[in-house]
Nanobody, 127 residues
């Protein structure tokens, strides 16, 4: 089993920044592909960003490219999502997710690929 715990969500004004963290425990973190997704009530969960096991490959939704950065520290079992230039439409619950091993690029965008999920952290961006 893999446990994922997110933190860092908050209320922030438009144009501001937040840094989300996800700490993993339970298995060898460096074996996981990691992703961030977000969800607004009444809507489907949406891909935000992902990173492969080594950190050499990253993937972003078009809506966050140039504003968000995903990174990982395998020594600390942590993946972070740095969010800059936040917009009201970024308001959502943000979820950290993991799957074991590596995958083709397009799979990182699919929520069904991920085996483990955190409980989520709320990000609210006021206008």
């Amino acid at each position: 089993q893999v446990q994922l715990v997110e933190s860092g969500g908050s209320l922030v004004q438009a144009g501001g920044s937040l840094r989300l963290s996800c700490v993993a425990s339970g298995r060898t973190f460096s074996n996981y592909g990691m992703g961030w997704f977000r969800q607004v009530p009444g809507k489907e969960r949406e891909f935000v960003a992902a990173i492969n096991w080594s950190g050499r490959s990253t993937y972003y939704a078009d809506s966050v490219k140039g504003r968000f950065t995903i990174a990982r520290d395998n020594a600390k079992n942590t993946v972070v999502l740095q969010m800059n230039s936040l917009k009201p439409e970024d308001t959502a619950a943000y979820y950290c997710a993991a799957f074991i091993g590596d995958s083709s690029a397009h799979s990182y965008y699919e929520s069904s690929k991920y085996d483990y999920w955190g409980q989520g952290t709320q990000v609210t961006v006021s206008s």
